[in-house]
């Protein structure tokens, strides 16, 4: 605990912390190293004070509120003056089924993909630009994105659930964008879905997702498509296997002018389309996140106390090949002698480290990372 | 010639004074109407006591009427200047009636009714005008389309129609129908007169001009607000479910949307009044009493007509609200499980 405490004085004495916009209004917490509580309604009334903070007190944790407040040091939420908040999407692992499997490295290779799909909502549906977002990398397992354009800033929690709800998919009522049309034939009507990929919102959305799809799997091979499909939740051998043998070149045609008849099994590959092209944002319903008009951020600069990475802005144009680990390692090349309790591997810093479980000697950062998880003692 | 022109610019004159006053007539609430109101420079007294203003008066204890008795202001037909002028001064007759009423119920049935009747007008109005009338209240219009933020603002998002997400957004814009977008400016129009009436005091000389119609009024409302109970609704009984909802909303936790619909269509299915109900949602943490109360009466169809039912076992289930139980393996709606549950008792 002392050498991560030691580590985190190190970088605060020299540490590049980014201030939260309306600096001055926001409330700000922290945990400490061995302590299990959070000390919270702080504010700063300068930059210094809050550097000067950092550096003595060296948190374990720094978070500030989404919320900015008259009076951000007030105990309570209504002697504190709300006066708005910037819309905070919190992406983490946590929230992403598969992803809770994966090493760390897969796991947050996954989130990133979640922020592309998020950012492609906010982007395209919403307007926003890309100077009214900032994305950063929470030092953890996921990556958080601000807006704080200001028409969002003064929304309320309901109006931001319904933002949620848009980009998570919630609510969304399938009859009205895969509408189904009943053609009268010879004996019974032939019911055929109508779709059209130019169209805005879900509506598109669905259309192009499912035509780009099929179009997929139509170029797949047999085997590799049936598993594929098979990978939707709900679709079985017998279904897929159908599905596949049906995609003749006419048909993907007719598809792609927004026409799909025999629809009972398009149908169901509408509902496990929707999961894969919306935004996993929390695992439960009542999980109180984004909507929220007041909760706690971490500080940008600051580290992470079960980590030891910095918490990094990430531009939009190079999310792509943004590394966390090594983008967001602050600590250097020294070696350090731990005790490592069971067998690791990771890779950091672009090198490939395989750990034994005993005395090693790591580079200080694989070292702060390791004690900071609880994987190493010194 | 020169006569000709005289008489074209006298017409155009004339024309462009009677739309503006027709238009006025209609939506007596803008800002221009007001603006004239205050250039006639009528005082209050002769507003209320002249004889000239008679219709005005009447018309405007008439509008209060309908809007308590009916829900809705009926129109009356306008022909010449005087009609529509009278029409116009109607109008703070009638928010001066309401606020010596004293009343928050007979504030919120005004405001609605009012506004109703600007949809009712607003959605045979063109699009520039409806854009038009979108800027008076700062909503953000391009055509058709309207600007997200504006529509979060005023839609009623309960409804599953009207959700965002079911909606066509495209670069923060959605676009819609006419008479949704009629429906979004009557949601703005009616914030915009409640919260005016809920600030105002009524001119001392009201009483002696409206006395009686005020007294009126207050008799009606109380009788309402006294209406009795039913039956008595017992808690026991209730799902999983609506259990759960209740108590998150009474600890604090921020129950989304659907959440909040099912537990008012389901305590009203049960015959619960809406004092009961939004005395539960009294401790949430965004508890607004105005909006809350406004939704409750919406979803129970006391103010839009449509009483919505509780949803379906499904698609609580797809909302994520759903914690089964034994009973619940036997049922598909969760007035069956209230239903069989008391029956078993």
Known sequence: ?378 | MYYKFIALMFFKWFYFNFVELSVMAKYPFISSAREWVKKEGVRVEEILFDEIYERARGRGAERVMQALERGLIKDVPLLEEADFIMEIFSYPVARMIVVASGSDYVIRRYSLAESKRAYENLKNENIEFIERMAAEFGIRMNGNRMYFVDYLRYAPTWDIKWKLVNRELRKGEIILEKHELARLLQEAIRKKIYSELLYMYPPPEIKKAFGDIIEKIKAKVSFKEEKERIDEVDARFFPPCIKNLISATKSGVNVPHVGRFTLVTFLNALGMSIDEILKIFSSSPDFNPEKTRYQIEHITGKISGTDYTPPKCDTIRTWGLCFPDEICKRIRHPLSYYRLKRRRK
């Open chain 1, 1 to 378: 605990m002392n050498f991560l405490k030691k580590k985190f004085t190190e970088y605060y004495s020299k540490a590049d912390i980014e201030f939260p916009p309306r600096f001055d209004r926001r409330e700000y917490a922290f945990i400490f190293f061995g302590e299990g509580g959070m000390h919270r309604h702080i504010s700063f009334l300068s930059r210094d004070a809050l550097i000067s903070y950092l550096k003595k007190n060296s948190p374990a944790h720094s978070y500030y509120s989404s919320a900015y407040y008259r009076h951000p040091d007030a105990a309570t939420m209504r002697e504190k003056e709300w006066m708005g908040a910037d819309l905070i999407f919190d992406l983490d692992a946590d929230h992403i089924p598969d992803a809770i499997k994966l090493p760390y490295e897969k796991m947050l290779v996954m989130v990133k993909k979640e922020m592309e799909k998020l950012l492609s909502f906010l982007m395209d549906d919403f307007g926003f630009d890309k100077k009214d977002m900032r994305i950063y990398f929470s030092g953890g397992r996921g990556y958080h994105c601000h807006v704080s354009h200001p028409d969002v800033i003064s929304l309320g929690s309901q109006e931001r659930r319904e933002i949620v709800d848009y980009v998570t998919a919630r609510g969304l009522n399938i009859k009205g964008i895969v509408k189904e049309k009943s053609i009268p034939k010879e004996y019974f009507a032939d019911k055929t879905i109508e779709i059209d990929p130019r169209k805005g919102g879900w509506s598109g959305r669905m259309a192009r997702g499912i035509i780009d799809f099929l179009k997929e799997i139509k170029n797949m091979e047999k085997e590799k498509a049936i598993k594929k499909l098979m990978e939707l939740e709900g679709i079985g051998e017998k279904t897929a296997s159908s599905l596949y043998a049906s995609l003749s070149d006419e048909r993907i045609k007719r598809i792609e002018d927004g026409k799909i008849d025999q629809s009972r099994e398009f149908k169901r590959i509408a509902i496990p389309l929707i999961k894969k092209l919306s935004v996993s944002l929390h695992s439960s319903a009542d999980e109180p996140v984004t909507g929220d008009i007041k909760r706690l951020i971490r500080l940008p600069g600051s580290l992470h106390g079960k980590t030891g990475l910095r918490v990094t802005k990430v531009e939009i144009n190079e999310l792509q090949e943004f590394n966390p680990l090594r983008d967001a390692v602050v600590f250097g090349e020294e070696k350090v002698r731990v005790m490592i309790k069971k067998p690791f591997s990771i890779e950091m810093m672009e090198n490939r480290f395989r750990v034994n479980e005993g005395v090693n000697e790591v580079p200080e950062y694989l070292a702060v990372f390791l004690m900071a998880r609880g994987l190493a003692t010194i």
